[in-house]
């Protein structure tokens, strides 16, 4: 369960000594290759407005934490791990490729740590993948954190100014590039993943689009992916037509009688959390709304981990991986 219990005497406290400390005590001690504290950083001090709050870096952060997954493997393939001090919050198995440095690093809680939690990790920089991550009622909205020293970033998936696509990924991994002053990092990054998107681009050029139904969770309605995350782009690149990409939101819900009228070809199934894939199908395929549905008559599902369907380094890969279900006949 996250925690949703308000900020406590204690926490108040914690948050001020914090505060103090990080303004004429001693500045907690760097780890080994993070850059130190009185070190003039090259191309700093940076500015960025990110969601709606405007923050000013006079050097690289030092002791981040990560909460959500997407925000850790976007820090970890910038090489960012010697200034992480904590992380929290998986969907998925970490990347192996990034395994290793993510060992090194401090699990401060399965889910969401408390405040007074975050607090003990003594960071100057909190990263967050979604909206509820710097939730006020549990005492880490973004406010609080500021008033403790520590700066913070929210995954702009969350705050759009419009459509969320891959240019929506580039501007997320430059930003917090350029927080940590690592910009030509993800200039080597961002080669790789168009790297994939272009080979997928490549073996679908001139194919039919898929109608695609997304189904995340849900028995009276439908949890599916609307028109204004990644995931509708993500189901456009992989050679699919989102069938629900006029709700415009990243997520919605609607009944199965509209999932039935609009008759999906493909109904993908974001996979994560205590239910299985297979008793999602299941569940499908049980439904009497949808006996006549294409998908359901031909038992046609593809299947993508949640942690692929939001924005952060794994997006292309995702697109590869739900290309291949939706069309294999272009990579065999």
Excluded: W
């Amino acid at each position: 369960m996250r925690d949703k219990r308000p900020i406590s005497l204690l926490s108040a406290l914690a948050a001020a000594l914090f505060f103090l400390s990080g303004c004429g005590g001693t500045a907690p001690a760097a780890r080994d290759g993070a850059p130190p504290a009185d070190s003039a950083a090259e191309g700093f001090p940076v500015t960025l407005t990110n969601c709606g709050v405007k923050t000013t870096y006079q050097r690289p952060p030092r002791r981040s934490v990560t909460l959500n997954q997407h925000a850790t493997e976007v820090m970890l393939a910038l090489g960012l791990e010697k200034s992480m001090v904590g992380t929290a919050y998986l969907d998925d198995r970490i990347l192996p490729e990034y395994r290793e440095a993510y060992d090194g690093i401090e699990v401060l809680a399965k889910e969401y740590p408390s405040f007074e939690g975050l607090l003990a990790a003594e960071p100057d920089f909190a990263y967050g993948g979604f909206a509820d991550t710097f939730d006020g009622q549990s005492g880490r909205g973004r406010a609080a954190l500021a008033k403790a020293g520590i700066d913070s970033y929210l995954n702009i998936e969350e705050c759009p100014s419009g459509p969320v696509t891959m240019a929506t990924m580039d501007r997320e991994i430059r930003n917090v590039a350029k927080i940590f002053g690592v910009p030509e990092r993800a200039e080597r990054q961002l080669k790789k993943l168009r790297t994939t998107l272009d080979r997928v681009g490549e073996r679908l050029a001139g194919t039919t689009p898929v109608k695609v139904f997304v189904y995340d969770s849900g028995d009276k309605t439908a949890f599916t992916a609307g028109g204004a995350g990644v995931g509708n782009e993500m189901i456009e690149r992989a050679g699919g037509v989102n069938l629900f990409a006029d709700l415009d939101k990243a997520f919605g819900d609607v009944s199965f009688e509209q999932v039935a009228e609009r008759a999906p070809e493909v109904i993908v199934i974001y996979d994560y959390g205590d239910q299985p894939v297979e008793d999602k199908k299941r569940a499908l395929l049980a439904n009497p709304a949808l006996k006549d549905v294409p998908a359901i008559e031909d038992e046609r599902f593809a299947v993508l981990p949640l942690s692929s369907t939001v924005l952060g380094v794994r997006v292309p890969s995702g697109v590869e991986a739900l290309a291949r279900q939706l069309h294999p006949d272009r990579f065999r």
